[in-house]
């Protein structure tokens, strides 16, 4: 047990921003998948609703991973968790409005235009994340 609270430990010195690039992308893949397998089953007409329900089911993985391993916080589970989800509505409407923009004007390929999307809310959610939803609290305070 001492072993994993060191290699924790040292892991969470590593800088945030390298741990959600490397979190992220992990949580990133997982939400596409599921992008992926929503639009094969209900189609890529419904791209929209593929897309909110990606967003419905990450987010619960997606909160684990952030606040276990990127921001390492010892904050308050529920507290910390309604902040995601405040994060969560703002990144999933700019998801949404860049994936529609995208299959709109740039190209109807919503694999594509999903992936670009994913790219851009992932910046936009980490600001939100790092000074908004897990400002408090880390290991490191």
Not at 21 to 33: C, Q
Not at 82 to 99: D, P
Not at 104 to 114: C, I, L, P, R
Request: aromatic share 20%; with cysteine.
């Amino acid at each position: 047990m001492d072993k994993i609270l060191y290699l924790y430990n040292r892991w969470c010195k590593i800088p945030d921003k390298i741990r959600f690039l490397l979190v992220g992308g992990y949580n990133a893949a997982f939400s596409y998948i599921i992008f992926a397998i929503a639009i094969h089953f209900i189609g890529q007409e419904y791209y929209q609703l593929c897309v909110a329900l990606q967003w419905i089911i990450s987010s619960v993985f997606s909160f684990t991973t952030q606040k276990v391993f990127v921001f390492c916080t010892k904050g308050n589970w529920i507290k910390e968790y309604l902040k995601c989800c405040t994060t969560w509505v703002i990144s999933y409407c700019c998801n949404a409005l860049i994936l529609e923009a995208i299959v709109k004007f740039v190209t109807k390929n919503v694999y594509v235009g999903q992936i670009v999307s994913i790219f851009l809310a992932s910046v936009i959610t980490y600001i939100l994340f790092k000074y908004f939803a897990f400002k408090s609290h880390s290991v490191r305070d």
